[in-house]
């Protein structure tokens, strides 16, 4: 098994480059859940509100 010399600053940037990239894609999950979570919400709303002037109309008839 050969070991492979990387200089300390590659190291570094390599580790930070993928420190970010993880970051990075932790926030889009986070986003795209809670996007995800206010259609969903906002959605369900309508719902309600439409079913609720079903029954208004139906009770003023």
Known sequence: MTSRVVPLKV????TK??????????LFKIF?????TVIKLSLTERNVLASNE???K???I
Not at 32 to 36: L, R, S, T
């Open 11 to 14: 190291a570094i940037f390599q």
């Open 17 to 26: 480059h993928q420190l970010k990239l993880l970051f990075n894609f932790f």
């Open 32 to 36: 795209k859940g809670f996007k995800e």
């Open 54 to 56: 079903d029954e208004y």
């Open 58 to 60: 139906k009770k003023n």
